[in-house]
T-cell receptor
Framework: DTAVSQTPKYLVTQMGNDKSIKCEQNLGHDTMYWYKQDSKKFLKIMFSYNNKELIINETVPNRFSPKSPDKAHLNLHINSLELGDSAVYFC?????????????FGEGSWLTVV | KQEVTQIPAALSVPEGENLVLNCSFTDSAIYNLQWFRQDPGKGLTSLLLIQSSQREQTSGRLNASLDKSSGRSTLYIAASQPGDSATYLCAVRLDGGFKTIFGAGTRLFVKA
């Protein structure tokens, strides 16, 4: 069973389009994240939700909007896609209540904007 | 502002060699430090997590140490194997928050 699953794995789309990436975790964790890994492989936090509440909102264009319908899901919607949005987007989760906090990652979504 | 640096950026070793990967961070006010492995085209897999109050953690051939006061962590891999070839990332969780800062990683290649 995949612990953190995200879809689609690959996405090629044209500039100006709107797209969504979905993420689900079956670990019972209370915190979920979206990370962006650029062409230089640098991993940067974008958003984080704890119990459906937004707790991290980094300096990200407001074309990016996360949505957490419940603790097990965190989706990422991107409006008016630009060439510079091409990257790998990783969803992750962790359990914050209690010590531990190991972060579990999904397999990534490869977004190419043409 | 917390910065995480990993040295070396890339490393190539013959199979069987013991090796050390280094991670340094600028602010010692951390909650925990985590080492990950990333295979090409894949997500990150957690290897070891060290809480700020701990000095080291071990899992199989892997041993991670933490010296919070000097802002350093090392990942020791014993008897390296070709299957260990991957990118290893160090990540520091800031104290008092949910934010985790990643290093750029060390690309390891173990030659058979």
């Amino acid at each position: 069973d995949t612990a953190v699953s995200q879809t689609p794995k690959y996405l090629v789309t044209q500039m100006g389009n709107d797209k969504s990436i979905k993420c689900e975790q079956n670990l019972g964790h209370d915190t979920m994240y979206w990370y962006k890994q650029d062409s230089k492989k640098f991993l940067k936090i974008m958003f984080s939700y704890n119990n459906k509440e937004l707790i991290i909102n980094e300096t990200v264009p407001n074309r990016f909007s996360p949505k957490s319908p419940d603790k097990a899901h965190l989706n990422l919607h991107i409006n008016s896609l630009e060439l510079g949005d091409s990257a790998v987007y990783f969803c992750a989760s962790s359990q914050e209540a209690g010590r531990g906090n190991t972060i579990y990652f999904g397999e990534g979504s490869w977004l190419t904007v043409v | 502002k917390q910065e995480v640096t990993q040295i070396p950026a890339a490393l190539s070793v013959p199979e069987g060699e013991n090796l050390v990967l280094n991670c340094s961070f600028t602010d010692s006010a951390i909650y925990n430090l985590q080492w990950f492995r990333q295979d090409p085209g894949k997500g990150l897999t957690s290897l070891l997590l060290i809480q700020s109050s701990q000095r080291e953690q071990t899992s199989g051939r892997l041993n991670a140490s933490l010296d919070k006061s000097s802002g350093r962590s090392t990942l020791y891999i014993a008897a390296s194997q070709p299957g260990d070839s991957a990118t290893y990332l160090c990540a520091v969780r800031l104290d008092g928050g949910f934010k985790t800062i990643f290093g750029a990683g060390t690309r390891l290649f173990v030659k058979a």
